[in-house]
């Protein structure tokens, strides 16, 4: 059980959890996730820590598909700062109280601003990490939503 799956089940969401067997010598965790369930790479989102205003002390994160590739600019303009660049891998780990690969969206540490690219609201369910390599946890888009407070934003666009 991960703070993740946790969260979900305490807040009454409804939701599934995948699991499979992560090969280590893959560094693609999230096409790694969407070959080994069989779906489709564009229903499976990463979670990416993101730095605000190029600040590793003011993260956010970034939901955006697997098949898709976060837009800095969009992602700027939708988290209403100048610019933002990719988090330091140990600045996420502290924050998200998860290993890098393993990073989900739901249950971390500390609350943090949350976007989920607006793709995901084509979706009768998206896949996010679980919190762990291997894990995976399927839920609503407006679930995970409300699980981070997060809101639906222009992201690889």
């Known amino acids: 059980m991960t703070p993740a799956i946790t969260l979900a089940e305490k807040r009454g969401i409804v939701?599934?959890?995948?699991s499979y067997t992560h090969d280590p010598a893959c560094a693609s965790y999230g096409e790694e996730a969407a070959a080994a369930l069989q779906i489709d790479p564009a229903q499976v989102y990463k979670t990416l820590?993101?730095?605000?205003?190029?600040?590793?002390?003011?993260?956010?994160?970034a939901i955006v598909p697997v098949?898709?590739?976060?837009?800095?600019?969009?992602?700027a303009k939708a988290f209403k700062v100048k610019k933002i660049a990719?988090?330091?891998?140990?600045a996420a780990q502290r924050s998200s109280g998860y290993l890098l690969g393993g990073i989900s969206p739901l249950g971390q540490k500390k609350a943090?601003?949350?976007l989920l690219d607006k793709t995901a609201e084509h979706w009768p369910a998206v896949f996010v990490?679980?919190?762990k390599r291997g894990l995976e946890i399927e839920l609503a888009a407006s679930d995970l939503l409300l699980l981070t407070r997060g809101q639906f934003a222009d992201l690889t666009g």
Do not use: E, F
């Not at 939701?15 to 995948?18: A, F």
């Not at 976060?70 to 992602?75: E, V």
């Not at 990719?86 to 140990?90: F, G, H, R, S």
């Open 67 to 75: 098949a898709g590739q976060l837009n800095l600019k969009a992602a």
């Open 49 to 61: 820590m993101v730095a605000l205003n190029g600040d590793n002390k003011q993260l956010g994160v």
């Open 86 to 90: 990719m988090a330091d891998p140990q």
């Open 112 to 114: 943090l601003p949350t």
């Open 129 to 131: 990490s679980a919190g």
């Open 15 to 18: 939701h599934q959890v995948h």
